[in-house]
């Protein structure tokens, strides 16, 4: 994919209405972070439409900022990491070889170049974009840090340095984390998560499953290493299966994985596509599966029925009493949601034991960590039939994620610190 270069441009400001020099510039260093500050832009917008926002994606072109009132500025380049160079020296090897060293010098000197046509900057992410914000634009500030928690670990004695220095507010993830930065002399609040406004349900059921099936979202993550996850999904779906064939399972598949080799995958593992509407088996009466469609894929092994749904993550988190999942942020807003999750090592570089260990501490209770695919299986079926430790793990999973609304609350906070006249 080639360099994609916004224009930088100047605007006037308007005459007899509200002053353009209310213009946020979001600074955001990564794919998920894109699209809580777009959430997050969405809802300034709302409550100030005369507010213009801008956004500077650091990592990829910021594809998740189309769905929201913000226009894309700076320089923009894909590289091969997608994000992850702290992964290993390999990936930041190719992201060398691929240009990102003069990317990120002219991502520096474009942030420069947009100083004196923004009034406040939000950064959203870890602390590079708050390295960026302060260094290069050097405007009011507000830092959102997606990255980290103290349930996991604490920010660093530099960052904390940084944002006591140069924020004016801090949004911190959760109570924990902003009480501790409090403590430490830094204007933190929490008002909410971000995470809890970017589920997006569509308000209508999955195709298919009707109303009182029981059913299970899987999450197998949104990056390549989904397609070497769903084996060993598929081998904790059998174990559940054998005692519970009458649950529903339902993949919530990310948009930017392929439909098809999903498909190909679960056949591999002894799923059927069914390609015509036909009869869903069992005594419930529930009639028929629809035939595929370009968004969907129905597949059975003897009377398990699974459903493969791309771009409709919140629909599934919706149907699903419980979640297998092998994900990051899908499998924390699963947990928010009261949908307890049951989740064990994966094969590949992302969703490691090491995550999981970390992301337990995140979720608490909210979180069985499994050992393996087939433990994994055994603890989704104790869950179901332990009414008293399912409602724990959801109260948990809630209390740990917070309500939705926090993107309605953090523009309020941004409106009143900024003296900018909201409309409510």
Request: with cysteine.
């Given at each position: 994919?080639?360099?994609?270069?916004?224009?930088?441009?100047?605007?006037?400001?308007?005459?007899?209405?509200?002053?353009?020099?209310?213009?946020?510039?979001?600074?955001?260093?990564?794919?998920?972070?894109?699209?809580?500050?777009?959430?997050?832009?969405?809802?300034?917008?709302?409550?100030?439409?005369?507010?213009?926002?801008?956004?500077?994606?650091?990592?990829?072109?910021?594809?998740?900022?189309?769905?929201?009132?913000?226009?894309?500025?700076?320089?923009?380049?894909?590289?091969?990491?997608?994000?992850?160079?702290?992964?290993?020296?390999?990936?930041?090897?190719?992201?060398?070889?691929?240009?990102?060293l003069k990317l990120t010098w002219q991502q520096w000197q474009a942030l420069k170049a947009l100083?004196?046509?923004?009034?406040?900057?939000?950064?959203?992410?870890?602390?590079?974009?708050?390295?960026?914000?302060?260094?290069?634009?050097?405007?009011?500030?507000?830092?959102?840090?997606?990255?980290?928690?103290?349930?996991?670990?604490?920010?660093?004695?530099?960052?904390?340095?940084?944002?006591?220095?140069?924020?004016?507010?801090?949004?911190?993830?959760?109570?924990?984390?902003?009480?501790?930065?409090?403590?430490?002399?830094?204007?933190?609040?929490?008002?909410?998560?971000?995470?809890?406004?970017?589920?997006?349900?569509?308000?209508?059921?999955?195709?298919?499953?009707?109303?009182?099936?029981?059913?299970?979202?899987?999450?197998?993550?949104?990056?390549?290493?989904?397609?070497?996850?769903?084996?060993?999904?598929?081998?904790?779906?059998?174990?559940?299966?054998?005692?519970?064939?009458?649950?529903?399972?339902?993949?919530?598949?990310?948009?930017?994985?392929?439909?098809?080799?999903?498909?190909?995958?679960?056949?591999?593992?002894?799923?059927?596509?069914?390609?015509?509407?036909?009869?869903?088996?069992?005594?419930?009466?529930?009639?028929?599966?629809?035939?595929?469609?370009?968004?969907?894929?129905?597949?059975?092994?003897?009377?398990?029925?699974?459903?493969?749904?791309?771009?409709?993550?919140?629909?599934?988190?919706?149907?699903?009493?419980?979640?297998?999942?092998?994900?990051?942020?899908?499998?924390?807003?699963?947990?928010?949601?009261?949908?307890?999750?049951?989740?064990?090592?994966?094969?590949?570089?992302?969703?490691?034991?090491?995550?999981?260990?970390?992301?337990?501490?995140?979720?608490?209770?909210?979180?069985?960590?499994?050992?393996?695919?087939?433990?994994?299986?055994?603890?989704?079926?104790?869950?179901?039939?332990?009414?008293?430790?399912?409602?724990?793990?959801?109260?948990?999973?809630?209390?740990?994620?917070?309500?939705?609304?926090?993107?309605?609350?953090?523009?309020?906070?941004?409106?009143?610190?900024?003296?900018?006249?909201?409309?409510?």
């Amino acid at each position: 994919m080639g360099m994609r270069e916004s224009v930088v441009e100047t605007i006037p400001k308007q005459s007899g209405g509200a002053e353009v020099g209310h213009r946020v510039l979001f600074i955001s260093n990564g794919h998920g972070e894109d699209l809580l500050a777009g959430v997050l832009a969405e809802a300034l917008h709302e409550k100030c439409p005369y507010v213009e926002s801008w956004a500077f994606p650091i990592v990829g072109t910021g594809q998740a900022y189309e769905r929201f009132p913000v226009k894309v500025v700076g320089v923009q380049k894909e590289m091969p990491s997608g994000g992850w160079i702290r992964q290993s020296f390999a990936a930041l090897r190719e992201d060398v070889k691929a240009g990102f060293l003069k990317l990120t010098w002219q991502q520096w000197q474009a942030l420069k170049a947009l100083r004196n046509q923004v009034s406040y900057v939000v950064a959203v992410g870890d602390i590079y974009a708050l390295y960026l914000a302060y260094r290069f634009v050097a405007k009011p500030l507000a830092f959102v840090p997606t990255a980290k928690s103290d349930y996991i670990r604490s920010h660093l004695a530099i960052e904390k340095h940084l944002m006591k220095k140069y924020c004016q507010i801090v949004l911190a993830r959760d109570e924990l984390t902003a009480t501790n930065l409090r403590h430490s002399q830094i204007p933190a609040q929490y008002v909410g998560n971000l995470m809890m406004d970017a589920i997006f349900p569509s308000g209508r059921s999955l195709p298919g499953i009707w109303p009182g099936k029981k059913v299970i979202g899987i999450l197998p993550g949104s990056r390549e290493e989904a397609y070497t996850n769903l084996p060993l999904l598929c081998i904790t779906i059998d174990e559940i299966a054998t005692k519970r064939p009458d649950i529903v399972f339902a993949v919530a598949l990310a948009g930017n994985l392929s439909l098809d080799k999903t498909a190909t995958i679960l056949g591999e593992n002894g799923w059927q596509v069914v390609h015509v509407e036909s009869p869903m088996g069992g005594d419930e009466g529930d009639g028929t599966i629809p035939k595929e469609n370009n968004r969907a894929r129905w597949l059975v092994k003897g009377k398990t029925r699974l459903l493969v749904a791309q771009g409709r993550f919140g629909d599934v988190l919706d149907s699903s009493s419980l979640c297998l999942g092998m994900a990051g942020t899908a499998n924390e807003q699963a947990a928010g949601l009261g949908r307890p999750v049951v989740a064990f090592p994966g094969s590949g570089s992302q969703f490691t034991a090491k995550f999981l260990r970390a992301q337990k501490r995140l979720l608490g209770d909210a979180l069985e960590a499994a050992r393996d695919p087939w433990a994994a299986g055994q603890a989704v079926l104790e869950i179901l039939t332990d009414p008293t430790k399912y409602a724990v793990m959801a109260a948990c999973g809630r209390e740990r994620m917070g309500e939705p609304g926090g993107a309605k609350r953090m523009a309020t906070e941004l409106i009143r610190l900024w003296s900018i006249q909201g409309n409510g």
